[in-house]
């Protein structure tokens, strides 16, 4: 799989989550482009730009990670596992609760009504041990503007799993036949 421009600084960010200096980041991120080849002088401009963004709003709020690239599963039966990875995690201190975030280079106005979203809070709740309604799931975009957040009742979360489940079993019946 080829990593991109947004998915080295992806990388980046998540480096700078590691170290939290800017340097070292950006010096991950050119090291980074220059193994992928990917040379074009005015995107790598733009891709500094874009994580040194990301900082200045990291500095600027300053929230307390409980974990950067976390791998999440959700077991939706029928030897089907869900599985992805979160860009960030937050501990939100006024709520006792837990943000996750997915950063993302491109706007799509109904993230809130993809289907992963609901599957996310409750895959979130169970690795970090909360109550899902302690966790709120979101998106934010690479330079750290655009922060947006939403909390899926237990309702709609449980309407998202059935609606995974049945998609997982339609998935393993396709599977079988093909065998």
Do not use: C
């Not at 963004?53 to 039966?77: C, H, M, N, Q």
């Amino acid at each position: 799989m080829r990593i991109g421009y947004s998915g080295a600084i992806k990388l980046a960010i998540n480096d700078f989550h590691k170290h939290d200096r800017l340097p070292d980041a950006i010096q991950y991120l050119q090291a980074l482009l220059a193994k992928l080849k990917l040379t074009n002088p005015q995107r790598t401009l733009d891709a500094e730009y874009t994580l040194q963004g990301y900082t200045e709003w990291f500095a600027s709020e300053r929230p307390i990670v409980a974990a950067s690239k976390a791998r999440i599963e959700l077991d939706l039966g029928n030897k089907i596992i869900l599985g992805g990875e979160v860009s960030r995690v937050d501990v939100t201190v006024a709520d006792d609760g837990y943000r996750g975030v997915l950063l993302s280079d491109a706007d799509d106005p109904q993230w809130m009504d993809r289907l992963r979203m609901p599957l996310l809070q409750r895959a979130l709740a169970r690795k970090f041990e909360r109550d899902e309604r302690d966790v709120v799931v979101g998106v934010q975009r690479l330079d750290g503007s655009g922060l947006m957040t939403h909390y899926y009742s237990p309702r709609s979360i449980k309407g998202a799993e059935v609606e995974a489940r049945t998609l997982a079993q339609t998935i393993s019946g396709l599977l079988t036949n093909e065998s």
